[in-house]
C-alpha cells in the first residue's frame, strides 16, 4: 500500500519533542516508598518511538532540546550509539534540566508516575532552533503532543509544522497527552484541535481524543468524521486491552485485538506502538498489518522492566503476530 | 459585488481583542515631558474598528476582557452608548487593569506612544469565556493580531476562530502588530502566519506582513500567492502616504491614492481604514469603492485629536471620495 | 533639641524607595468614569516627602530607579529643578515603566485611586545600585514601607539600611503600607517589624502599625513598648482627624490636634506630615513642635488640588501654628 | 561549660529548612554519565543535621514543607521512625515536589552534584505555617542558609527567628550557602548578613563567609570582630582538610585538625559536623571538645556512601577522638 511518503529523503522519521529520564523501581511489586534504588533509562514518548523505531530499521532523527548537564549527554549518547541521528538536538544554555519520570510498580495493573516537568529542558525549544533543510530530509514528521503544552516548545512544534507542509513531509500527530505544565482543558483542546487539523495521521487512545474535542463522550466514528474535514487521511484510536481501530478517509475501518502478555507494567505500551505502526507504513505495509505489528510491539514491552531498553526487534514482532495468525 | 457573507446574522461584525484607554496629550507639539494634561479616550485597535462600524451603522458586538475598575466600566459604559453590543464583553476576576496609551504628538510626523501593556486585563480573556452562540451570530469576525501575543488570549482567539469555521462566518486578520509583550520574532512569524491561513481576508500594513513572514524585504505579489494557497481570498497591503492595495484571489489587483490631510497626528489611521473598509465590505460595494472609502476615513481621522471619538461618519466618508473623484 | 544627627553631611535627608506619576482627576467631586481630563504631578511618598522637605529648605537627595522614558524624565527634571540631588535615581534599562496613581475625587471624604503598579520601574532598583558612599553623606535616610514589598527593592533597601547604620546615619522608617504587590499579610509583618526594630524612627498610621504587627486591635502604647525594645527612640502614631502622638524612648508622650481645614482630597497628607516633622527634626525644634508643622503642614495639602505641588512653605506652616496657638 | 540555653525545653534543637532526596550513584568512580543505578536517601543540610543529631541522643524536631507524593511521604516517615518529631512538616497543596541532588563520584576528589531545586515544595514553606507555640519548645533553633534563598520560604525563616529571640531560643545559623535560585550575590549577602546579626551561633566554610561579607578575600579574624558587634556569640570557621577554628565574643580561639579518613566522596562532611558540634554544645562540653566531636564525625561520614544514613554514634566519635588525643 502507498501511503504518498516522498520518496529519496535520507530519513525516514524524525521526531519532535521532548527526550528525558526515567528512574524506573529497581524493587517493584511495591510502593515506591519502599524502593530504595532506581535504573536509569532514556524516556518520553518521541524518544522511546524514535528508538523503537530505530530498533526495526527505519532512518531516524530527533528534534529536540536537552540539560546541559550529565543526565542531558547521556541521553544524546544513548540515543547517538543506537544510530539515531542527534545533529539537531540542542543543548540548553540556560540551565534547565532534563525531565525525570519516576515509575511505581505497585502491581501489573496499579502502576503510576512521579514526573518532574517543571521548567525542563525540552520545554524550552525556539522556533529558531528548527531547521527547514533538516524537516525537509525525513518521510515523516512525528510531533508529539506533549510538546505543545508550553511556550517557546509549542511555536517550535508549528514552525516545523510549517516547514514539513511546505516540503510534503508528512506529518503524524501522537496525541500523547499528559496533564503536566498545561493550564487548562479548553487550551489543550485549542492546540490539539489546530495541529490534528494540519496532520496526515493521528494517534492516540480514546481518552486523549477527548481531551483533543474537550468532550467526555467521544466516539471514534464521529471524530473521524470532523478530523477527515480537514487534512487527516488516517485517524487510529487505541482502546487497550479491547484492541485498536485504524478509520481511512476513504472510509475503511480496521480494527486488531491486543495480543495476550504477562503484564509487567503499562508503561511505554503506546510508544512501542507507534514505532512499529509507522515501521510498517514506511515499509507500505497495509493498514491492518500496520496495526498488528503496532498492537505486537506494545504487547512485548509492557512484558518488560524499561520502556526504551525494551523496544522489540522485527523478528520478535513478526513471531508474535504469526504465532496468533 | 458578494462576498459570501451569511445572510439573517444579526451582527454584521463582532471584534475580540483589546479595549483599552487612550490617554491623548492635551498641549502638543511637545515632547510628552512637557504635556501636564492628557484627555481620556476608549482606545486598542478592535475596540476603534467597532467603534467606527458602528458610527457608519453596521450592527456590532465586542469579545474582550476589561478590567473590573473604573477604566473598565468607563470602555463599557461608553461602547454600549454607541450601540455596540457589549453582552460578551467580560469583566477581570483577578485585579488586572486596562492597557493605557500615553501619546505624543511632537509633530504631526513625529508621534510616539508610551503603552502600559503589563499584565494587562484584555489579554488574561480565555477560550473558555468565548461563546460558539455569540460568535455564530454575525457575518464577520474581526481578529486582531495582539490578542495574539500573550496566553490566555492567543488562545481565546483560536477559539473564536474555530467557532467561525464551523458557523461560516467570514474571518477577518487585522495584523495590528505591536511588539509589545511578544517574546520573538519568530514566535510573532508562527502565529501570524498560521492565523493568516485560516482567515479570509487579511488587512496589513507591509511591515507587518513582514513581521507575519519573518523577512525583510517582502513584496506584495509573493505574500499574496502564499496567502492564496490557503483559505484568504482578499489581501489589503497599506503603504502609508503610497496608498493601499487590494490583491484577490482570482488575481485582481486594486490600488487608491491617499487623500490629502491636514494631518494632526498619525493615530487611528489604520482603525478608522479598516473600519470603512469592511463597512464597504458588508453592504456588497466593490473593492475599489471599498479602498476609497477606507483611505478617506483614514484621512479623516488624522487630521483630528483622537481616534475613537474621531471615527467619522459615512456622509463625511462619501463626500471626501467625490470631491476626489 | 538633639536627636543625635550628625553634623558635617552635605545633605539633611535621603530618601529610598518609589518616584512616581500622579493623573489627578481635573473634573472632579464625581466617580472617576466621568471624568475626561487629567493632570499629571510628581508622586509617591518617599518622592513627595523629598519634594516637601526640599521646599521647606532642607538639602535632600533620592535613591530609586525609574522608567527610561517620557514619564521617568519628567520625575527626574521636576525633582531636579526643585534642587533635590538625582544623581542616584537610576534609569531602568529593562524596560519598566513608572508607576502611577488615577485619583478620584467623590467627594472630600470619598476619595480613592486607581494604581498601576505592576512590574513598576521603582520596585526593580537592587542593591548592587545603592551606593555607601552615598548614604554616608546624610544625616537622615528615609525608607518607604512600599519599597519592601518586592525583590529587588527589598533588597536594595536593607543594603541602604546596612549601609546607614555602619555610617551613624539616623534611620526613619516611614510605614507607607499600599497592599498592591504584597503576597500577604504575614508576608508584610515579617519585614515590617524587620524593618523597624532596626530603625531609629518610625511613623505610621495606627492602622500601619497593625499591619507591622499583623493584629486588628494594636494600642500605642504596646507597639511603643515592642519597639523601644529594639533600636527606635521615637514612634509617630497618626489617627488622622483625631489627630497624632508621638512617643519616646525616655517615657515621653506628646500628642497634637490636626488642624481645620477646607478639605479638597485627603491624599498626600501623610507625605506632607512626615516632610513637616523630619524638617523641624533637622532643625533641632522639640517634638511637640515637630508634630505641630507636620499636622500643619498635612492641613495646607489636603486643600490643594495635588500633593506634590502643594507641599507648602515653612512661613505657611508656621502661620497656621502661630494662628492656633 | 554553659552556653545559656534554656532548661526545661522538650526539645534540644529544631531545624528549619529543606528535607530532600539524594540519589547517589551506586557505580562510582566514574562520571554520572556511566552511572545507571541510584540509591535513594534522605538528604538536605537541616535534615541530615537533625538526622544526625537525633542518632547522637539528641531530641529533635523539623520544620519545613514535603510534597505530597512518594519522595514526600518517604522523607517524613524516614525522619520520624528516627525519633525526630514531624508533626511540623507540612505537605505542600499545591503540587510542588521534592527536591533531589543526583550525586556524582569521579574520585574522593572529585565529586558534584546536580540539583533539581525548580520550584521546590521546601521553599514554599510559608510564614504562617512557623508556629511560635512549637518554636519556644527547643533550645536551640537550626537556621539553614539555602532556606533563605526565596520567598516565601525566606520570609517563614525570619518568621521562626522573630519568634526564637522573643522565646530564648538560641539561634544557630549554618551557612550551608548552595548557589541555586539565588538570584545575585548582594541579594545573598543582603539576607546573610541580616540573619547572622541575629543569630547567636553562627557556622560555615570560609567561602561562605566570603559570600557573607560579598568579598573575595575575608579573614576569620575580621569577620568574626563584624559579628561580635552584633548578637552572635560564637563563630565557627571551617577550613576543609586543614581543620576548623571557633572564635568566641570573649576574644578566645580554638583550631582542631581534620582527623585522617579513607576519603570514599566530600559529600555530608559539613552536615555531620554541625550535628556532633551542637550535640557537643547542648551537653555542655566545652567548645575544644565540641569541635573535635565535629571533625570527628565529619571524618566518618566522607568514609561512607550516603549521608543520612552514614551519620555516626557517639561512641564512634569518642572512639575517633580518643584514638588521635
Known amino acids: 500500500m502507498n501511503y504518498g511518503f516522498c520518496e529519496n529523503r535520507p530519513f525516514d522519521l524524525i521526531a519532535i519533542g521532548r527526550a528525558c529520564i526515567d528512574l524506573n523501581a529497581v524493587e517493584y511489586n511495591r510502593p515506591m516508598e519502599e524502593t530504595l534504588t532506581f535504573s536509569k533509562y532514556v524516556g518520553g514518548s518521541p524518544a522511546n518511538i524514535v528508538i523503537g523505531a530505530s530498533k ?34 540542542v543543548f540548553d544554555t540556560a540551565g534547565h534540566k532534563t525531565g525525570l519520570t519516576f515509575t511505581e510498580i505497585k502491581s501489573p495493573s496499579e502502576c503510576s508516575i512521579l514526573m518532574y516537568r517543571e521548567s525542563v529542558a525540552d520545554l524550552y525549544l525556539s522556533p529558531s532552533e528548527v531547521s527547514e533543510a533538516y524537516v525537509q530530509k525525513t ?28 516540503n510534503d513531509v508528512k506529518i503524524v500527530f501522537e496525541l500523547d497527552y499528559r496533564p503536566y505544565t498545561w493550564e487548562s482543558p479548553t487550551e489543550t483542546a485549542v492546540y490539539y484541535s489546530l495541529v490534528a487539523e494540519l496532520s496526515d495521521i493521528v494517534i492516540g487512545t480514546r481518552d486523549e481524543y477527548d481531551i483533543l474535542e474537550n468532550t467526555i463522550d467521544g466516539q471514534n ?72 505489528y503496532a498492537s505486537a510491539s506494545a504487547s512485548i514491552v509492557v512484558s518488560r522492566h524499561s520502556s526504551s531498553n525494551a523496544m522489540p526487534t522485527i523478528e520478535e514482532i513478526q513471531h508474535i503476530v504469526s504465532v496468533h495468525a
Chains 1, 2, 3, 4 share one sequence.
Open 56 to 89: 526495526l530499521g527505519l532512518r531516524t532523527g530527533f528534534i529536540g532540546k536537552i540539560s546541559n548537564d550529565q543526565h542531558g549527554r547521556f541521553i544524546e549518547k544513548y540515543m547517538r550509539d543506537l544510530g539515531i541521528d542527534t545533529s539537531n538536538m
Open 139 to 166: 518521510k515523516v514528521l512525528l510531533v508529539s503532543g506533549t510538546a505543545l503544552s508550553k511556550s517557546p516548545s509549542r511555536e517550535a512544534v508549528f514552525q516545523a509544522i510549517q516547514f514539513a507542509r511546505k
Open 221 to 292: 466514528e464521529r471524530t473521524a468524521t470532523y478530523l477527515f474535514r480537514h487534512r487527516p487521511s488516517i485517524a487510529v484510536f487505541k482502546h487497550g486491552v479491547d484492541g485498536s481501530y485504524a478509520y481511512t478517509k476513504d472510509g475503511d475501518v480496521f480494527r486488531v485485538q491486543a495480543y495476550p502478555s504477562k503484564v509487567l507494567k503499562t508503561f511505554g505500551a503506546g510508544d512501542s506502538y507507534a514505532s512499529a505502526f509507522l515501521y510498517a507504513l514506511v515499509r507500505n505495509e497495509d493498514l491492518e498489518t500496520a496495526l498488528k
